[in-house]
């Protein structure tokens, strides 16, 4: 069937207006889809993108009247007529977004449709466990189908129907927030209480039986309830919800539509018709239909094939692999609660003392500025998520108040410990320190609440409207201020969740590569009053331990504090250079260090003149090592794709320090991502290893975190948008010709090549590794100090690069540096448990490590291609794939390996692995040679 075919289908079926029709088919060409070369399944989902694409355009174009919206057809309309699974449908739009520019309504509908569809599925698979556990009779089974027939010919319809449409129609009054996971589940508790009240107590199984019929409180049941979801702590949030959108919907039912014969529940028909009115002017999915199974709606997930589960760990494994969307959204709440079980609405008697302690008590300056900053956060509240959430708002204001004092706390206790006084004054009196500081408290609370599960890799994550930089508006906050606190705070508050973290680390990656540099940003006068100052030391300076104890640290009174001091003197210099900056964040991602020297002449001298450096400051050097830092990440990841040269790159980063440190007006009003790849176009022009600017785009356009925006509208002049390509010829080449014409290969003092930035020596990012369960982690494979120049004709556990590509394990032993007799000692033993293995008995021990065969023409890889990012659309926590990495099982002790004796189980493992491996090295060599 032809595209044309399927879309006049399409069409005809539900009555598409002209004017829909016509800019779907519009968009249909600009995207080249007339040909069938694709399954009409495929040809279908372009159809059915189209034309919602077109509706969503009209329905912004018009006001929303219900007689302007007649005739415009709805998402699940589409769906259905066009047969195709809405999965299909979030994929295929998450591609054409990718590759084509869309009207400026269309993202966030986009993002809130698809956002809408995962909340309502998670709740509804909740729903449905809730409703088995509560009444006696299986809803699913065929007597429940029975009575619900026979209910329905009496004018009784099923309570279960009744109950999820009053909470679809009770959710439309959330407006933003019915795409929250939390608040939404609140509101389901409370339909589900208000079914039950109203449902004969013989149908209820217990302790709902009992609730039913206690005297002791009227929220038996809700507590009841509340205890079966595991979010008991949560009740005043429950009851705050209900009381502001339940109540009301309830209310306004007429007497007259109220069911007497299932003890006063609204009648079916009315509640649909109800919701009916909201879902045509919303134009999205039918949430009803998940009351169907709808073919359209239900993700069919295939059953997945897991390891067999021991014994010891069958529990253990079902614990942590049974998270569910809602179990995990209410876990993150309570791990929140729990954090702050402690805490308190004021300051603690230990921070009261560090005000009193002050030359100026703050502490009547705090209290008012919290009191105005609450008064600001609920009034913005209610404007996102409407009236009915002010309730909502200050519980989370609340929240957010004891992390503040409490993270607050823990800052002046390492600067007490840090400067050994008491006196913060300067720091306590600071207006950006403490706004900041509250909005970061505030922007893990929403986080924390605001989490909605995503089953579509293809499509964009949270579209919350609550979530940065929402808080920077509320507290009229500039993002380069903000991002000065998210160091200190995540490590003064080590507990927080990983969630929290990642989200933090979001942040901060998207002030550094673009807020910050926007054009009202403060940070362009602090450039300008204390000049280009950053220095980065070299990579051998640095320390490589990976405890992080021997790194400098910043803290927030360094961030906020910092003067702009003059650079010492040097003797016999006028102007001495200011020493190397090593500062690193713990949210960073740390970058690779390139090797290798090429055929390129050696780096000399510049002969571009640098900008005096007489005065620096801590703040700014910390910001711009982070620059550098995410600046060389990204160089990486884009030039490991274009296989670009590790010497050619050395020229490239060379080439981006200097824009980033001195000519920062390239990126005022702009993203980091745009210098990085003029830079590679620019250099690779110059040293005749000529790229087109195509490949460079396409290599970005499959980074993680690309967006279209970054390469199709770059700033040009302040008033005027262009493509990358224009902004590379009218800015970035009138500004940096003079420099990058020093790369070409003829001349013979090229600029001195940019030293690395460090490395981060956090503690949480000394290793990317990648926690996959209890002390089993997945790391980058390291190139072992223990390398023996000839090949290994035996088996041990040596580098993995004395193993043929066939046999190479990715299993690594305690691997480190140490000495040869530590290697001799392990050998020994080694030979030992090869000896002993006969005689040794069965052994019940509780851990023990799994040994597995791996195909490594598949499994192994090099560092580089470690460090690239996944293009299939699968990647892992911290950009490392479980596949190209190594798995280590580290015990609860630090001690090394080789001073714990091994268990006999893992002696016979080992003994059996030995043998094996042994009379299969030689074919699999000859295989390598051949």
Same mark, same amino acid.
């Given at each position: 069937?032809?595209?044309?075919?399927?879309?006049?289908?399409?069409?005809?079926?539900?009555?598409?207006?002209?004017?829909?029709?016509?800019?779907?088919?519009?968009?249909?060409?600009?995207?080249?889809?007339?040909?069938?070369?694709?399954?009409?399944?495929?040809?279908?989902?372009?159809?059915?993108?189209?034309?919602?694409?077109?509706?969503?355009?009209?329905?912004?174009?018009?006001?929303?009247?219900?007689?302007?919206?007649?005739?415009?057809?709805?998402?699940?309309?589409?769906?259905?007529?066009?047969?195709?699974?809405?999965?299909?449908?979030?994929?295929?739009?998450?591609?054409?977004?990718?590759?084509?520019?869309?009207?400026?309504?269309?993202?966030?509908?986009?993002?809130?449709?698809?956002?809408?569809?995962?909340?309502?599925?998670?709740?509804?698979?909740?729903?449905?466990?809730?409703?088995?556990?509560?009444?006696?009779?299986?809803?699913?089974?065929?007597?429940?189908?029975?009575?619900?027939?026979?209910?329905?010919?009496?004018?009784?319809?099923?309570?279960?129907?009744?109950?999820?449409?009053?909470?679809?129609?009770?959710?439309?009054?959330?407006?933003?927030?019915? *795409?929250?996971?939390?608040?939404?589940?609140?509101?389901?508790?409370?339909?589900?209480?208000?079914?039950?009240?109203?449902?004969?107590?013989?149908?209820?199984?217990?302790?709902?039986?009992?609730?039913?019929?206690?005297?002791? &409180?009227?929220?038996?049941?809700?507590?009841?309830?509340?205890?079966?979801?595991?979010?008991?702590?949560? @009740?005043?949030?429950?009851?705050?919800?209900?009381?502001?959108?339940?109540?009301?919907?309830?209310?306004?039912?007429?007497?007259?539509?109220?069911?007497?014969?299932?003890?006063?529940?609204?009648?079916?028909?009315?509640?649909?018709?109800?919701?009916?009115?909201?879902?045509?002017?919303?134009?999205?999915?039918?949430?009803?239909?998940?009351?169907?199974?709808?073919?359209?709606?239900?993700?069919?997930?295939?059953?997945?094939?897991?390891?067999?589960?021991?014994?010891?760990?069958?529990?253990?494994?079902?614990?942590?692999?049974?998270?569910?969307?809602?179990?995990?959204?209410?876990?993150?709440?309570?791990?929140?609660?729990?954090?702050?079980?402690? #805490?308190?609405?004021?300051?603690?008697?230990?921070?009261?003392?560090?005000?009193?302690?002050?030359?100026?008590?703050?502490?009547?300056?705090?209290?008012?500025?919290?009191?105005?900053?609450?008064?600001?956060?609920?009034?913005?509240?209610?404007?996102?998520?409407?009236?009915?959430?002010?309730?909502?708002?200050?519980?989370?204001?609340?929240?957010?108040?004891?992390?503040?004092?409490?993270?607050?706390?823990?800052?002046?206790?390492?600067?007490?410990?840090?400067?050994?006084?008491?006196?913060?004054?300067?720091?306590?009196?600071?207006?950006?320190?403490?706004?900041?500081?509250?909005?970061?408290?505030?922007?893990?609370?929403?986080?924390?609440?605001?989490?909605?599960?995503?089953?579509?890799?293809?499509?964009?994550?949270?579209?919350?409207?609550?979530?940065?930089?929402?808080?920077? *508006?509320?507290?009229?906050?500039? #993002?380069?201020?903000?991002?000065?606190?998210?160091?200190?705070?995540?490590?003064?508050?080590?507990?927080?969740?990983?969630?929290?973290?990642?989200?933090?680390?979001?942040?901060?990656?998207?002030?550094?590569?673009? @807020?910050?540099?926007?054009?009202?940003?403060?940070?362009?006068?602090?450039?300008?009053? #204390?000049?280009?100052?950053?220095?980065?030391?070299?990579?051998?300076?640095?320390?490589?331990? &990976?405890?992080?104890?021997?790194?400098?640290?910043?803290?927030?009174?360094?961030?906020?504090?910092?003067?702009?001091?003059?650079?010492?003197?040097?003797?016999?210099?006028?102007?001495?250079?200011?020493?190397?900056?090593?500062?690193?964040?713990?949210?960073?991602?740390?970058?690779?260090?390139?090797?290798?020297?090429? !055929?390129?002449?050696?780096p000399q001298p510049s002969n571009i003149p640098m900008s005096p450096r007489k005065t620096r400051s801590v703040s700014l050097n910390m910001f711009l090592n982070k620059v550098q830092q995410l600046a060389y990440s990204r160089l990486d990841r884009l030039c490991g794709m274009l296989t670009v040269s590790k010497d050619l790159m050395k020229f490239i980063?060379?080439?981006?320090?200097?824009?980033? &440190? *001195?000519?920062?007006?390239?990126?005022?009003?702009?993203?980091?991502?745009?210098?990085?790849?003029?830079?590679?176009?620019?250099?690779?022009?110059?040293?005749?290893?000529?790229?087109?600017?195509?490949?460079?785009?396409?290599?970005?356009?499959?980074?993680?975190?690309?967006?279209?925006?970054?390469?199709? *509208?770059?700033?040009?002049?302040?008033?005027?948008?262009?493509?990358?390509?224009?902004?590379?010829?009218?800015?970035?080449?009138?500004?940096?010709?003079?420099?990058?014409?020093?790369?070409?290969?003829?001349?013979?003092?090229?600029?001195?090549?940019?030293?690395? !930035?460090?490395?981060?020596?956090?503690?949480?990012?000394?290793?990317?590794?990648f926690m996959v369960g209890p002390n089993l982690y997945i790391s980058p494979m390291k190139e072992s100090p223990f390398k023996s120049p000839h090949p290994v004709k035996e088996f041990s556990f040596g580098s993995p690069s004395q193993l043929t590509p066939r046999k190479r394990t990715h299993y690594s032993f305690g691997e480190g540096p140490g000495s040869?007799?530590?290697?001799?000692?392990?050998?020994?033993?080694?030979?030992?448990?090869?000896?002993?293995?006969?005689?040794?008995?069965?052994?019940?021990?509780?851990?023990?490590?799994?040994?597995?065969?791996?195909?490594?023409?598949?499994?192994?890889?090099?560092?580089?291609?470690?460090?690239?990012?996944?293009?299939?659309?699968?990647?892992?926590?911290?950009?490392?794939?479980?596949?190209?990495?190594?798995?280590?099982?580290?015990?609860?002790?630090?001690?090394?390996?080789?001073?714990?004796?091994?268990?006999?189980?893992?002696?016979?493992?080992?003994?059996?692995?030995?043998?094996?491996?042994?009379?299969?090295?030689?074919?699999?060599?000859?295989?390598?040679?051949?």
């Amino acid at each position: 069937m032809e595209q044309h075919e399927v879309f006049s289908t399409i069409v005809q079926s539900k009555n598409v207006p002209n004017n829909i029709a016509q800019t779907a088919q519009q968009l249909l060409q600009t995207w080249g889809c007339r040909r069938n070369t694709e399954t009409e399944v495929d040809l279908a989902s372009y159809a059915v993108c189209a034309l919602f694409t077109a509706s969503v355009i009209h329905r912004n174009e018009k006001s929303q009247e219900s007689s302007q919206v007649v005739g415009i057809p709805t998402l699940s309309d589409l769906l259905d007529t066009g047969n195709v699974h809405i999965k299909r449908f979030f994929e295929r739009m998450g591609r054409l977004q990718s590759d084509h520019s869309f009207h400026q309504s269309v993202k966030p509908a986009l993002k809130a449709t698809m956002q809408k569809y995962c909340v309502t599925s998670a709740l509804y698979h909740k729903f449905q466990q809730l409703m088995k556990r509560i009444f006696i009779q299986d809803p699913d089974s065929p007597l429940a189908s029975e009575v619900a027939s026979s209910e329905v010919n009496q004018g009784q319809p099923n309570r279960k129907h009744i109950c999820w449409t009053l909470f679809l129609l009770a959710k439309g009054s959330l407006q933003q927030a019915a *795409n929250e996971l939390v608040m939404t589940l609140h509101l389901l508790i409370c339909c589900i209480e208000y079914t039950v009240k109203l449902s004969p107590a013989f149908l209820l199984q217990e302790p709902f039986n009992s609730a039913h019929y206690s005297q002791e &409180t009227e929220d038996a049941i809700l507590q009841a309830l509340c205890e079966e979801m595991g979010c008991r702590d949560d @009740m005043a949030d429950v009851v705050s919800v209900g009381e502001a959108c339940l109540v009301p919907i309830l209310s306004a039912i007429p007497r007259e539509r109220l069911n007497q014969g299932l003890e006063g529940l609204p009648e079916l028909e009315f509640l649909q018709e109800q919701y009916d009115h909201i879902y045509r002017q919303a134009g999205d999915i039918d949430e009803r239909l998940f009351l169907d199974s709808s073919s359209h709606l239900f993700v069919q997930k295939a059953p997945t094939s897991e390891p067999p589960s021991r014994p010891d760990t069958e529990n253990e494994h079902s614990s942590t692999t049974a998270m569910t969307p809602v179990k995990r959204a209410i876990n993150s709440v309570q791990s929140l609660k729990s954090l702050l079980s402690t #805490a308190s609405d004021a300051p603690s008697s230990p921070l009261t003392k560090y005000f009193k302690n002050c030359s100026q008590d703050p502490s009547v300056s705090i209290n008012q500025r919290v009191v105005a900053l609450k008064d600001a956060y609920v009034h913005h509240f209610k404007r996102v998520m409407g009236s009915p959430s002010a309730a909502v708002a200050r519980s989370r204001f609340q929240i957010g108040v004891r992390l503040y004092y409490r993270v607050m706390e823990a800052m002046l206790r390492r600067e007490e410990e840090r400067l050994s006084t008491k006196d913060f004054s300067s720091l306590l009196l600071s207006d950006p320190f403490h706004k900041s500081l509250l909005a970061c408290a505030l922007e893990v609370v929403n986080v924390t609440y605001e989490y909605s599960p995503n089953e579509f890799s293809s499509m964009p994550g949270n579209a919350s409207r609550l979530l940065f930089p929402w808080i920077l *508006n509320v507290f009229s906050l500039k #993002a380069y201020d903000f991002g000065k606190v998210l160091e200190s705070f995540v490590k003064d508050e080590p507990k927080l969740t990983q969630e929290a973290k990642k989200h933090l680390q979001s942040i901060e990656t998207r002030i550094v590569e673009s @807020m910050a540099w926007q054009a009202t940003s403060p940070l362009h006068d602090l450039i300008k009053t #204390a000049g280009t100052t950053l220095h980065i030391a070299s990579p051998g300076s640095i320390s490589t331990r &990976t405890n992080g104890l021997n790194a400098p640290r910043t803290t927030a009174a360094d961030m906020y504090l910092s003067p702009i001091r003059p650079t010492p003197q040097a003797p016999n210099s006028s102007e001495a250079t200011p020493p190397p900056t090593t500062l690193t964040s713990p949210l960073a991602r740390p970058p690779q260090q390139p090797q290798g020297v090429g !055929p390129y002449p050696s780096p000399q001298p510049s002969n571009i003149p640098m900008s005096p450096r007489k005065t620096r400051s801590v703040s700014l050097n910390m910001f711009l090592n982070k620059v550098q830092q995410l600046a060389y990440s990204r160089l990486d990841r884009l030039c490991g794709m274009l296989t670009v040269s590790k010497d050619l790159m050395k020229f490239i980063w060379t080439c981006v320090e200097y824009c980033v &440190t *001195n000519k920062t007006e390239l990126l005022k009003n702009r993203h980091l991502d745009q210098i990085v790849m003029s830079c590679i176009y620019a250099i690779c022009k110059v040293t005749e290893n000529e790229l087109k600017f195509k490949d460079i785009v396409n290599a970005y356009r499959s980074l993680p975190h690309a967006e279209a925006t970054t390469y199709r *509208n770059v700033d040009i002049d302040g008033t005027k948008e262009d493509s990358i390509i224009m902004f590379y010829n009218k800015v970035f080449m009138p500004v940096m010709k003079g420099y990058i014409l020093q790369f070409q290969p003829k001349n013979q003092q090229t600029p001195t090549a940019s030293p690395v !930035p460090s490395r981060s020596s956090a503690v949480s990012q000394a290793s990317p590794g990648f926690m996959v369960g209890p002390n089993l982690y997945i790391s980058p494979m390291k190139e072992s100090p223990f390398k023996s120049p000839h090949p290994v004709k035996e088996f041990s556990f040596g580098s993995p690069s004395q193993l043929t590509p066939r046999k190479r394990t990715h299993y690594s032993f305690g691997e480190g540096p140490g000495s040869s007799e530590k290697l001799r000692e392990i050998n020994e033993r080694m030979k030992q448990a090869s000896m002993d293995s006969g005689s040794n008995t069965r052994s019940s021990t509780s851990k023990r490590l799994k040994f597995e065969d791996e195909d490594v023409s598949t499994s192994s890889t090099s560092q580089d291609e470690i460090d690239c990012p996944i293009t299939n659309g699968s990647s892992s926590s911290n950009g490392v794939s479980s596949t190209n990495g190594h798995m280590t099982s580290q015990s609860a002790s630090d001690e090394p390996m080789s001073t714990q004796p091994l268990p006999p189980s893992m002696q016979r493992r080992v003994a059996m692995m030995t043998s094996d491996i042994q009379a299969s090295l030689s074919p699999a060599e000859s295989d390598d040679k051949k």
